[in-house]
Structures are given as structure tokens and as C-alpha cells.
């Protein structure tokens, strides 16, 4: 059974950052594609950040490039979304997703994915 647990989210102030976490189990990482997701009140879910199965080029939405990076460590079956320069416009609830075998390019939109964690809080705020 796949089950992901994200874990980091809080309270920061803007300039600061975050490491969300997201540790899967019941299944081998590696043959996935996974994404970051967020979702701020009344707006849809938004494409963070997302790495193809196979670890092609990561695809960032341009509101977060150059501040946030994914990276996968398949020795622990985590996924790693770093936050820096964090902006109040980042707050939102931050999900991430895997699917098997799903090849992307340059694409990171939440249909594509089936299987998702339970979501993580990120608050950006002075």
C-alpha cells in the first residue's frame, strides 16, 4: 500500500525557509515520477515542483525558481522540497504526489498523479 507522510511545514517569516519532507513507504521510490503541490485558501492546486520517473530535469513553476529545490534520496524513500527566500505568496497547504513509471516533461499538474500525502502547512508571514 503507498503511503507518503509529509513532514517540516510551520511558521516562518518571509526571507526564511523550510525543508518539507516526504517519506514513502510501502513501495520503492525510484521507478516514480513525484511532485510538490500547493493549495492556498480559494485557489486551485498549483504544480510546485516535479521530477519525472527516471530523474530527468526538475520542473519548477517560474514563481519558485531559483528558491526552491525537490530532490529524491532513494537510500531513505524521501523526497526533499528545499524553501528558501520563502514569500508570504508561499503559504498554502503543500502536498506531495507520486506516480509509477509517469514521464514528464516539463509538465508538473496535479492529475497526473495518483497517489498523495496528507499535506503539510506552510505559513509565510511577518
Known amino acids: 500500500q503507498v503511503q507518503l507522510v509529509e513532514s517540516g511545514g510551520g511558521s516562518v517569516q518571509p526571507g526564511g525557509s523550510l525543508r518539507l519532507s516526504c517519506a514513502a513507504s510501502?513501495?520503492?521510490?525510484?521507478?516514480?515520477?513525484i511532485g510538490w503541490f500547493r493549495q492556498a485558501p480559494g485557489k486551485e492546486r498549483e504544480g510546485v515542483s516535479c521530477?519525472?520517473?527516471?530523474?530527468?530535469?526538475?520542473y519548477y513553476v517560474d514563481s519558485v525558481k531559483g528558491r526552491f529545490t525537490i530532490a529524491r534520496d532513494n537510500a531513505k524513500n524521501t523526497v526533499y522540497l528545499q524553501m528558501n527566500s520563502l514569500k508570504p505568496e508561499d503559504t498554502g497547504v503543500y502536498y506531495c504526489?507520486?506516480?509509477?513509471?509517469?514521464?514528464?516533461?516539463?509538465?508538473?499538474?496535479?492529475?497526473?498523479?495518483?497517489?498523495w500525502g496528507q499535506g503539510t502547512q506552510v505559513t509565510v508571514s511577518s
Open positions: 504526489a507520486v506516480e509509477r513509471d509517469l514521464i514528464l516533461i516539463r509538465r508538473c499538474v496535479w492529475p497526473d498523479f495518483g497517489s
Open positions: 521530477i519525472s520517473a527516471g530523474d530527468s530535469t526538475p
Open positions: 510501502g513501495f520503492t521510490l525510484y521507478p516514480y515520477a
